[in-house]
C-alpha cells in the first residue's frame, strides 16, 4: 500500500519487505486540458508543461549540484544552464515533457528522476525535488485547472511501475489553488542512512527562477 504523503511527514526508506530502498524513481504524471470550444462541438486540447527539478546540497546548506530540464537557459539569472544528470550520475532526468497526458491517463509518469541512493556522492547530504508549472502560451493557469496531476517515489521505470511506495496528489488539493510551483520533499542523509521528508509546500512562482532562489533559501538545510 502507498503513503499518501501528508505535509511535514517523515517516512523511513524501506518498502512492505523491510529491506532498504536504494534504486527509485520520483515521478510527476499529468493530464492535458481539454476545451469545449464552438458552443461544445469542438474539443481543444490545451498542452500543459510542468518541470520536475531537484537541488543538492551539502552539509553546510551549499548548493553541490542541480537538475532541471536543458530547455531552460538561466544565464540571465546567473544560474547554471539546465542539465538531465547529477554529477556523480547517481540521479537522471528522463527529459522534459511539453505537453502531458493527450488522450487520458495512461498510468506512466511524464518526467521521472531516477535515484540510485548507493552512487550519491559523500558531499551530497540532502536532495531536494520542486515542481513547476512552465508559462507557456497555451496554459498559464494554475494547478486546479489541470485535470489530474501527481508526484510518486515509486520501484521500476519509465516505462513499467512496480511498486509504488509514496505519493503526493496536487490538482487535487485546496492549498494549490492559485499555485505554481510545488516544493515535494527532501531526501536527507540521518545517523548514516538516508530519509525523506514530505514537505507539499505550494507557491505562486511565476518563473522556476524564484523556485530555485525559494529551494536554496528556505530547503537547504
Not at 523491510?18 to 461544445?40: D, H, M, P, Q, Y
Not at 520536475?52 to 530540464?69: N, P, Q
Not at 531552460?72 to 511539453?98: E, V
Request: proline share 1%; glycine share 8%.
Amino acid at each position: 500500500m502507498a503513503i499518501r504523503l501528508e505535509k511535514g511527514q517523515r517516512i523511513n526508506l524501506e518498502k512492505t519487505n523491510g529491506s532498504k530502498l536504494t534504486n527509485f524513481c520520483v515521478g510527476c504524471n499529468w493530464g492535458a486540458i481539454t476545451e469545449k470550444r464552438f458552443f461544445g462541438l469542438v474539443d481543444k486540447v490545451v498542452d500543459v508543461d510542468l518541470d520536475l527539478s531537484c537541488l543538492l546540497f551539502d552539509a553546510d546548506g551549499k548548493v553541490v549540484d542541480h537538475i532541471w530540464s536543458p530547455l531552460y537557459n538561466l544565464s540571465k539569472a546567473n544560474l547554471p544552464q539546465g542539465k538531465l544528470d547529477s554529477n556523480d550520475r547517481a540521479l537522471h532526468h528522463t527529459g522534459d515533457d511539453l505537453t502531458g497526458d493527450q488522450n487520458g491517463d495512461d498510468g506512466l509518469d511524464n518526467e521521472i528522476i531516477t535515484v540510485d541512493l548507493s552512487r550519491v556522492n559523500n558531499n551530497v547530504n540532502s536532495i531536494v525535488f520542486f515542481l513547476n508549472i512552465y508559462n507557456n502560451d497555451e496554459y498559464q493557469g494554475d494547478f486546479s485547472g489541470i485535470p489530474y496531476a501527481s508526484i510518486r517515489m515509486y520501484e521500476g521505470t519509465a516505462t513499467k511501475v512496480r511498486e509504488v511506495f509514496a505519493q503526493y496528489d496536487v490538482a487535487t488539493r485546496t492549498d494549490c489553488i492559485g499555485k505554481r510551483a510545488l516544493v515535494m520533499g527532501k531526501l536527507y542523509r540521518h545517523n548514516g542512512e538516508w530519509k525523506f521528508a514530505a514537505i507539499g509546500d505550494s507557491f505562486e512562482d511565476r518563473s522556476i527562477v524564484f523556485t530555485i532562489a525559494r529551494v536554496a533559501r528556505d530547503y537547504s538545510k
